[in-house]
């Protein structure tokens, strides 16, 4: 139990110290606030938070960040292809390929594809 309370109290010890030395030896100045305030994409934080902001833009990175993680789930896939079943595998795959283009057909038949109007 000793060495418990012992071996804590150093820990604790030592994770004060480097903490006191990071913050004297740190270079922060407080002089520029400018550039200590936080950067929001290139908005002016200091101005109306009620910007107008383009939803087809919003829509383009939702669709972008849907068939991302699509991509990286099928990827693995295509590794386990040889150490499964393969009648298996291709129900399986043939059924997320279909839900992928499915849901590709919606989009497209929303107009939400249309680049330029």
């Not at 520029?32 to 833009?57: H, V």
């Not at 399986?92 to 107009?111: A, D, R």
Request: aromatic letters at 12%; hydrophobic letters at 55%; glycine letters at 2%.
């Amino acid at each position: 139990m000793l060495l418990i309370i012992t071996s804590t109290t150093v820990i604790m010890l030592l994770t004060l110290i480097i903490l006191i030395l990071s913050l004297l030896l740190s270079k922060k100045s407080i002089l520029d606030r400018e550039k200590n305030s936080p950067f929001e994409c290139g908005f002016d934080p200091k101005s109306s938070a009620r910007l107008p902001f383009s939803l087809r833009f919003f829509l383009i990175a939702v669709i972008f960040l849907i068939f991302d993680v699509e991509i990286a789930l099928i990827m693995p896939a295509m590794i386990i292809q040889n150490s499964s079943n393969s009648y298996t595998w291709t129900i399986t795959m043939t059924f997320f390929i279909l839900i992928l283009l499915l849901g590709l057909y919606h989009e497209w038949n929303q107009g939400a594809l249309q680049w330029a109007e």
